[in-house]
């Protein structure tokens, strides 16, 4: 007898997800410092701008609880282009409402289509990606996740902040990210029927991948906004502070790949073990180390490659834990907990930064991922 022959790969499908969340990074990294600095070039005060900024983190939880009935109802591509048209359509709102107060239901409107681009496309990438080549799959997703994150900035360098270039550059980017998006459409996932369990219910099924999302979120977002003022508190000037975060950022791009292709081949939950282990390590190392050093780089770059690893394979474990309305469900749970950790991470880290300067910063970090480490560690040793 010939063994069963193994699923075919559609690439269409799996080019139009990626394509997604290429939107997604690129439109997070470009519009959060373009929009702040916008609005403060309109004389908004900063505490205005952090609340505004804040609207975005309640779309995603407005959305997420409905995502599922709404691709049930109207199917993962067209709700895909809708999202992509209403965030190109809002970007370019911001530069045109001069009215302050408009920017908040703007802003809910263009987190909420950012939203419903991350959600779908990790439901969508999920369920075409062949299960023995699942991690291989989610992680060239997170490289590209990661490529987008740096390609914001990287476009606000080459055309400014001012102006209207930035928001007709980052509209041409998310209209570029509908053509896969178009010619996958076709072979998008389907949902026949309702989850039969809710968000809540879904977390505590499977804690080791959704909690990933939410340390993720909270330790990545904080490196990210406190890593260059903790080099310029330890000495370094402006330039050898930005070339830190651009190391640490490198170690995002580069490590997923390798990542994913482990997670197929390993147990996924102790592999996320080592990952938030390591992470931890890495966190208590960082201010041992001389601030300009070669080994501070490599510390940088290894700890935020590993920590962003949580995420890469605990959306692969997903993957492998769910399907149907039950995996749309769960990304939807995932997402919801990586927003609450882009909440949650920068004000516990400035806390501690500021309670204990500068290495509050660090220590912070290995506060959540200890924390992780003992979750995921308990849930391992129950299920032996």
């Known amino acids: 007898m010939h063994a069963p022959a193994a699923p075919a790969v559609n690439i269409a499908s799996i080019a139009a997800a990626i394509g997604a969340i290429s939107a997604v990074g690129f439109g997070l990294a470009l519009s959060i410092p373009l929009l702040a600095l916008e609005l403060d070039s309109r004389g908004i005060s900063s505490a205005w701008i952090g609340m505004n900024t804040a609207v975005g983190g309640l779309a995603t939880l407005a959305i997420a609880p409905v995502i599922t009935k709404l691709v049930g109802r109207l199917g993962a591509g067209p709700l895909l282009m809708g999202a992509i048209l209403v965030a190109a359509v809002s970007l370019l709102g911001f530069k045109v409402t001069s009215s302050f107060l408009l920017w908040f239901p703007l802003r809910f409107m263009f987190g909420a289509a950012l939203s419903v681009l991350f959600i779908i496309s990790e439901f969508w990438i999920n369920a075409a990606a062949p299960p023995g080549k699942r991690g291989l799959v989610i992680g060239i997703y997170g490289t590209v996740l990661s490529c987008g994150f ?10 400014g902040t001012t102006g209207w270039p930035p928001y007709l550059a980052g509209a041409a980017m998310f209209g570029l990210a509908a053509i896969p998006v178009l010619i996958g459409a076709s072979s998008a996932p389907v949902v026949e029927k309702e989850s039969t369990g809710g968000l809540f219910s879904l977390m505590l099924i499977a804690p080791a991948a959704t909690l990933a999302a939410f340390i993720f979120g909270a330790v990545e977002t904080g490196l990210i906004n406190f890593l260059p003022l903790y080099g310029l508190r330890r000495g370094l000037d402006d330039g050898q502070a930005a070339l830190l975060l651009t190391i640490a950022e490198l170690g ?4 997923q790949l390798p990542l994913g292709l482990l997670s197929d081949r390993v147990d996924r939950r102790k592999l996320l073990l080592v990952c938030s282990t390591l992470g931890f390590g890495g966190a208590l190392l960082i201010p041992s180390l001389a601030a300009d050093s070669w080994a501070m780089w490599a510390t940088v770059f290894l700890t935020t490659g590993i920590v962003c690893g949580l995420y890469t394979v605990g959306l692969a474990l997903l993957g492998a834990r769910f399907d149907g309305a039950r995996l749309a469900t769960a990304n939807a749970a995932f997402v919801m907990l990586y927003s609450l950790g882009l909440t949650f991470g920068p004000t516990a880290v400035g806390a501690g930064m500021q309670a204990v300067d500068p290495h509050g910063f660090a220590w912070s970090l290995a506060g959540f991922l200890i924390f992780y480490s003992v979750v995921v560690a ?7």
């Open 252 to 255: 995002n791009v580069f490590l």
């Open 150 to 159: 740096a390609g914001g900035p990287a476009i606000l360098t080459l055309v």
């Open 378 to 384: 308990g849930q391992i040793w129950r299920d032996r």
